[in-house]
């Protein structure tokens, strides 16, 4: 979307924005697929390795999996959106859209994983491997919004 078209009023409604809402599917599907990969191929084993000792360690169940669902669902709707509304304001350069992922990034994942070290609960290796791998995450979803917003 251009500068003239957010002037025009294109970008201003999102219910009725049909790019918005291809853009939330394109992410929906991009950050489960990413949330799944990065759990399973490695924060899983590295927390089970990690805290051998203690049962039921990144358990696989239907309260798991609800929850995954309800994180995913947030997710998707917070990046989405917030990137949505940074190329409002900012435009759609790569500058803007990677300051918003990497934004984004911190405020979820880094204060997470940070959090989660602080309390014994994620080791440097866990931390150091699921970090980046969300920046990743966070800078897929946020050139999708981009494509998304730029056909618009």
């Known amino acids: 979307m251009t500068t003239s078209n957010v002037a ?11 790019a918005f809402w291809l853009a939330v599917l394109a992410n ?10 990065r759990y399973f191929v490695f924060v899983m084993p590295m927390m089970r390795d990690a805290f051998s000792g203690i049962d039921n360690i ?4 239907i309260a798991v999996f609800l929850s995954w669902g309800v994180w995913d669902t947030i997710l998707v709707l917070v990046v989405t959106l917030s990137v949505w509304v940074v190329i409002d304001r900012f435009g759609s350069g790569i500058r803007a859209v990677l300051g918003a992922a990497t934004g984004l990034w911190l405020g979820i994942f880094a204060i ?6 602080n309390m014994n609960l994620a080791t440097v290796g866990i931390v150091l491997v699921a970090l980046p ?16 917003w730029n056909r618009a």
Do not use: C, D, H, Y
């Not at 990144?58 to 169940?61: D, K, V």
């Not at 997470?112 to 070290?117: I, P, V």
């Open 8 to 18: 025009s009023g294109v970008g201003s409604s999102l219910l009725g924005n049909k």
């Open 28 to 37: 929906t599907v991009w950050i489960n697929a990413s949330e799944i990969f």
């Open 58 to 61: 990144a358990p696989m169940n």
């Open 112 to 117: 997470l994983w940070l959090g989660l070290f």
């Open 133 to 148: 791998l969300a920046w990743i995450e966070m800078v897929v979803a946020a050139l999708i919004v981009r494509q998304f």
